[in-house]
């Protein structure tokens, strides 16, 4: 069974700081990889994509992707409170597969 | 390009009735792929609709069911309704040709049972 892991949370930063998500799969032969953000009673809207091992860079927010050792983290820079969020890490695997399969998320709180 | 919408934004029901959600793609997408997102645990896949046809199908009771429309709009349904259904249902729709492809969600439905 496919298996997205990410630390519940909260994950709790200073404003300014560095927040560092990090996600974990079981399948091997994912190819595909996004992080969505969702704030509170709110739908889930895509912050990032990445395929390829690596940084990938989007303004204050960087994800990075190693194959290797199956994981997908998400770093954000100089950190606000509307950063404050639960961030969902999603996973595609090969082989034409249509759904991702979604981790359960991490909560971050950024503190002014 | 308008997003994904998604009617009604705010349900109540009572337990043992059913419900219709309705959801409209992004134009030109052709998946659209229902969820069903409590804080227990957090964001189950119910079933995805391809060209009106039921592509993939989570692990959800067959009071689940739903359909697609010929200009992809899809409907889900949920009969003889139960209070631990009460959750927020989301839509996604994509272009729906596989492998890398991004998933955008509608604003969803939230549904109390009471």
């Known amino acids: 069974q496919k298996e997205v892991e990410q630390n519940s949370g909260p994950l709790s930063v200073p404003e300014g700081a560095i927040a560092s998500l990090n996600c974990t799969y079981s399948d091997r032969v994912s190819q595909s990889f996004f992080w969505y953000r969702q704030y509170s009673g709110k739908s889930p809207e895509l912050i990032m994509s990445?395929?390829?091992?690596g940084d990938k860079e989007d303004g204050r927010f960087t994800a990075q992707l190693n194959k290797a050792s199956q994981y997908v983290s998400l770093l954000i820079r100089d950190s606000q409170p509307s950063d404050s969020a639960t961030y969902l890490c999603a996973v595609h695997a090969s082989g034409g597969s249509y759904i991702p399969t979604f981790g359960r998320g991490t909560s971050l709180i950024v503190h002014p | 390009k308008a997003g994904v919408t998604q009617t009604p934004r705010y349900l109540i029901k009572t337990r043992g009735q059913q419900v219709t959600l309705s959801c409209s793609p992004i134009?030109?997408?052709?998946?659209v792929s229902w969820y069903q997102q409590t804080p227990g645990q957090g964001l189950q896949f119910l079933f995805e609709y391809f060209s009106e046809t039921q592509r993939n199908k989570g692990n959800f009771p067959g009071r689940f069911s739903g359909r697609q429309f010929s200009n992809s709009r899809s409907e889900m349904n949920v009969s003889t309704l139960e209070l631990g259904d009460s959750a927020l249902y989301l839509c996604a729709s994509s272009f729906g040709a596989g492998g890398q492809e991004t998933q955008y969600f509608g604003p969803g439905t939230r549904l109390l049972v009471l």
């Open positions: 134009s030109g997408h052709r998946s």
């Open positions: 990445i395929y390829s091992n």
